[in-house]
């Protein structure tokens, strides 16, 4: 294994175990500095986040729909010189197989009710939507010119809870945990790889768009 597959794998595994632990203590009322992974389970209870179940079973029919016609990956996915458009049709086809569909079904049902309570729906949507479809746009610029996903724009969501909780967060120990999701998106920017510009461009909003802390959702 070459420095830069070392460097990526770090960077990956510094965003899931800070993300996780960052995840299971919003998921739970009182922001516990050391919930239980199964706390991410809460995230779900009633009132239930209504944009992250569409959400989420937007992304499930898409899948279920490439896997009945394999087609639509390659009409929606980036190509080299590919028309503007496929930045945003990109986020609706796991371009990888069965591991990257399953995984990034996963991943958003576990991030975006965390953050729809955090920020509110139309905020989470905005996240989503801004992280994931400038990080397409950048990897049709040169970084990786054809492929698809929505990790990136899951990535974004992680991102701005990472911000939100460094800067605003009750639990000094985890708020320097959330650092290292910032940190590991500039690394990653500086390897080209997309989902460091998702972490970013959602850290930026983290800031910019969180309302002071407060859940949207009652608990």
């Given at each position: 294994?070459?420095?830069?597959?070392?460097?990526?794998?770090?960077?990956?595994?510094?965003?899931?175990?800070?993300?996780?632990?960052?995840?299971?203590?919003?998921?739970?009322?009182?922001c516990?500095?050391?919930?239980?992974?199964?706390?991410?389970?809460?995230?779900?209870?009633?009132?239930?986040?209504?944009?992250?179940?569409?959400?989420?079973?937007?992304?499930?029919?898409?899948?279920?729909?490439?896997?009945v016609?394999?087609?639509?990956?390659?009409?929606?996915?980036?190509?080299?010189?590919?028309?503007?458009?496929?930045?945003?049709?990109?986020?609706?086809?796991?371009?990888?197989g069965?591991f990257?569909?399953?995984?990034?079904?996963?991943?958003?049902?576990?991030v975006?009710?965390?953050?729809?309570?955090?920020?509110?729906?139309?905020?989470?949507?905005?996240?989503?939507?801004?992280?994931?479809?400038?990080?397409?746009?950048?990897?049709?610029?040169?970084?990786?010119?054809?492929?698809?996903?929505?990790?990136?724009?899951?990535?974004?969501?992680?991102?701005?809870?990472?911000?939100?909780?460094?800067?605003?967060?009750?639990?000094?120990?985890?708020?320097?945990?959330?650092?290292?999701?910032?940190?590991?998106?500039?690394?990653?920017?500086?390897?080209?790889?997309?989902?460091?510009?998702?972490?970013?461009?959602?850290?930026?909003?983290?800031?910019?768009?969180?309302?002071?802390?407060?859940?949207?959702?009652?608990?």
């Amino acid at each position: 294994m070459d420095m830069h597959s070392v460097l990526l794998y770090g960077c990956a595994a510094a965003v899931v175990v800070s993300g996780v632990q960052l995840l299971a203590a919003l998921a739970v009322k009182d922001c516990e500095e050391k919930a239980p992974p199964l706390a991410l389970l809460q995230s779900w209870r009633r009132p239930v986040p209504r944009a992250a179940a569409g959400l989420m079973g937007t992304m499930v029919a898409l899948g279920v729909a490439q896997v009945v016609a394999p087609a639509m990956i390659d009409a929606l996915e980036r190509h080299p010189h590919g028309a503007w458009w496929r930045a945003v049709t990109a986020l609706m086809v796991q371009s990888s197989g069965w591991f990257q569909l399953v995984f990034n079904l996963a991943a958003l049902a576990v991030v975006a009710p965390v953050a729809e309570r955090q920020f509110g729906p139309w905020r989470m949507v905005l996240i989503f939507t801004t992280s994931g479809v400038t990080a397409q746009a950048v990897s049709m610029a040169g970084w990786s010119l054809q492929g698809g996903g929505d990790s990136v724009a899951i990535c974004g969501l992680v991102g701005a809870l990472g911000t939100h909780y460094a800067t605003r967060g009750s639990v000094t120990a985890l708020r320097r945990v959330a650092l290292l999701i910032p940190a590991a998106g500039l690394a990653l920017c500086l390897l080209a790889n997309n989902h460091g510009v998702g972490l970013l461009v959602g850290c930026a909003l983290g800031v910019g768009l969180a309302s002071p802390a407060r859940q949207h959702l009652v608990a």
